[in-house]
T-cell receptor
Framework: GAGVSQSPRYKVAKRGQDVALRCDPI?????LFWYQQALGQGPEFLTY????????KSGLPSDRFFAERPEGSVSTLKIQRTQQEDSAVYLC?????????????FGNGTRLTVT | AQTVTQSQPEMSVQEAETVTLSCTYD???????LFWYKQPPSRQMILVIR??????QNATENRFSVNFQKAAKSFSLKISDSQLGDAAMYFC????????????FGTGTRLQVFP
């Protein structure tokens, strides 16, 4: 596709439910990033993939958060037993290479609301 | 650890006028990248301008330019001839050359443009 695609655009979950958020990066992009953006804040790094390898997951807030990219393209961010503090916009971004200069292309995000 | 600070939560400007958004950062690294991203209500982060720290010349992209002061660790964004479509959240971001996976964002500045 022309850009990074994320689905669903909106997700409402009851506390305790599991959710799965999907990211379709730009074709051929090696690097994929997940960010969490709380209301009124800047995005905060969650995790990073280079192809199928998860090279950095230092930003995942708890072991309830899990991300995968099994074939080096589409990625899924899974949140188990959702809590109210998980409510945020989850942004996915991809870039052509892992070099710092390669710009990140962001999707429109998934807004997760936990009730 | 690197940090990015945006001290102006909100700014406003009259259409066709010029506005400057401030950003400071803290790092012990000598080489890195700095970015300004725009986030409209659609939530997609759009790259506005990029600066490599080793370049002394300030980056310019049409109506957008930066004032990069490396010694002061300051990276402000100037928007000239402001247009209604410039209204959005603006985020300053830092990317290390040593740790090229993460973008570190500031908390953002909401820019309003009045006709």
């Amino acid at each position: 596709g022309a850009g990074v695609s994320q689905s669903p655009r909106y997700k409402v979950a009851k506390r305790g439910q599991d959710v799965a958020l999907r990211c379709d990066p730009i074709s051929g992009h090696v690097s994929l990033f997940w960010y969490q953006q709380a209301l009124g804040q800047g995005p905060e790094f969650l995790t990073y993939f280079q192809n199928e390898a998860q090279l950095d997951k230092s930003g995942l807030p708890s072991d309830r958060f899990f991300a995968e990219r099994p074939e080096g393209s589409v990625s899924t961010l899974k949140i188990q037993r959702t809590q109210q503090e998980d409510s945020a916009v989850y942004l996915c971004a991809s870039s052509f290479s892992d070099r710092g200069k390669s710009p990140l292309h962001f999707g429109n995000g998934t807004r997760l609301t936990v009730t | 650890a690197q940090t990015v600070t945006q001290s102006q939560p909100e700014m406003s400007v009259q259409e066709a006028e010029t506005v400057t958004l401030s950003c400071t950062y803290d790092t012990s690294e000598s080489d890195y990248y700095l970015f300004w991203y725009k986030q409209p209500p659609s939530r997609q982060m759009i790259l506005v301008i990029r600066q490599e720290a080793y370049k002394q010349q300030n980056a310019t992209e049409n109506r957008f330019s930066v004032n990069f002061q490396k010694a002061a660790k300051s990276f402000s964004l100037k928007i000239s001839d402001s247009q209604l479509g410039d209204a959005a959240m603006y985020f300053c971001a830092y990317r290390s050359l040593l740790n090229t996976d993460k973008l570190i964002f500031g908390t953002g500045t909401r820019l309003q443009v009045f006709p």
